[in-house]
């Protein structure tokens, strides 16, 4: 189910109250301490919800966000979430007696419960994404059984890096999928999730594999910013990401496809894109397949058309087709 809210069509002295009733009754009930100009002022919320989770990306022109002990009373469930916030802030918050500060950097991951209370301030509007997660599925997966206190992730470590990676790919693909599907996935990071806080038995189990997932992402990424490069290769790709080259190779074991039958689809499909594009008027076949890293015209010619069916002038005659599936 997706769910869009923006203040935009709000004439602006009636933008800030819709606001904050759809995120109590979505998310958890917040107070802002600021009061933004109301000229000025803009809220959105994009929801994916997939069984048991909730995929959130949210903006506001506030600054400031404070969760009071009296909201925590008043809500009725608990909540576990993930945050990555797309600027810096500062937050205080934990357990009444066991509260703690935090200074988040743009793409720092933290995970915390709806029964603490917090504050938090930010240097400019507050944006963020976020992921809602069920105490029964994650709860399992830590040590004790349940989360005591806030963690914080920093991007730049290693668990923080895999943890974005696969948030990435779910907050992209988990809008395309069934409901079930989705729940799936988000279950499968929440492995992720439990190694950054402290996995239990299970969930050093339920870990290996989000871990493998998420270097798999990781791994698919690195070919998209490096596609058009006729080097890409598994060599400088297993050195990019600091893993073996048998590593790599086993990463892609269980898709069915090799790394090297992925890298040259992939091409294919950028290729494809181009020829029916406004970028690739002009553009002759071959400039079109050396800028997006193939070596060879013939080898081009025959992965096309054993790809697609077709000649690569056919289908820029046929370009307003249906485009094949990804």
């Known amino acids: 189910m997706r769910f869009h809210f923006s203040t935009d069509d709000l004439s602006p002295d009636d933008r800030e109250p819709p606001w904050r009733e759809v995120w109590s009754k979505l998310v958890f009930a917040v107070t802002h301490n600021d009061r933004p100009d109301p000229s000025t002022f803009r809220a959105q919320i994009d929801a994916t919800v997939a069984g048991r989770f909730a995929v959130l990306d949210v903006g506001t022109g506030h600054r400031t966000a404070r969760r009071t002990e009296l909201e925590v009373a008043r809500d009725k469930r608990e909540m576990l979430y993930l945050l990555r916030p797309g600027s810096g802030f500062h937050?205080?918050?934990?357990?009444m007696?066991?509260?703690?500060?935090f200074?988040?950097?743009p793409g720092d991951l933290g995970v915390a419960s709806s029964e603490w209370r917090f504050d938090a301030a930010a240097?400019?509007?507050i944006s963020f994404d976020m992921l809602l997660l069920p105490p029964e599925v994650l709860s399992p997966l830590l040590a004790g059984g349940h989360l005591t206190r806030p963690w914080v992730v920093p991007s730049s470590s290693p668990v923080g890096s895999l943890l974005g990676a696969a948030f990435d790919a779910a907050k992209a693909n988990v809008p395309l999928m069934p409901p079930e599907l989705g729940d799936a996935v988000l279950h499968n990071l929440c492995g992720l999730v439990a190694l950054a806080c402290g996995a239990s038995e299970e969930g050093q189990w339920t870990a290996q594999k989000s871990v493998r997932a998420a270097r798999l992402e990781k791994a698919k990424?690195?070919?998209e910013q490096h596609l058009a490069e006729p080097d890409l290769g598994p060599g400088t790709t297993a050195a990019a990401l600091?893993?073996?080259?048998g590593y790599l190779h086993r990463l892609f074991e269980p898709t069915?496809?090799?790394f090297a039958q992925y890298v040259r689809r992939r091409r294919l499909l950028k290729c494809w894109d181009t020829l029916g594009s406004v970028s690739g008027v002009g553009r002759s076949v071959a400039d079109i397949a050396f800028g997006w890293?193939?070596?060879?015209?013939?080898?081009?010619y025959r992965a096309f058309a054993r790809e697609f069916g077709t000649a690569p002038l056919a289908a820029r005659a046929a370009s307003r087709g249906v485009m094949p599936d990804r």
């Open 91 to 95: 937050s205080t918050i934990g357990p």
């Open 97 to 101: 007696a066991n509260a703690r500060d």
């Open 103 to 105: 200074q988040f950097g």
């Open 123 to 125: 240097s400019g509007s």
């Open 221 to 223: 990424r690195y070919i």
């Open 242 to 245: 600091d893993i073996s080259l």
């Open 256 to 258: 069915g496809i090799s």
């Open 293 to 300: 890293g193939f070596s060879s015209l013939a080898t081009f």
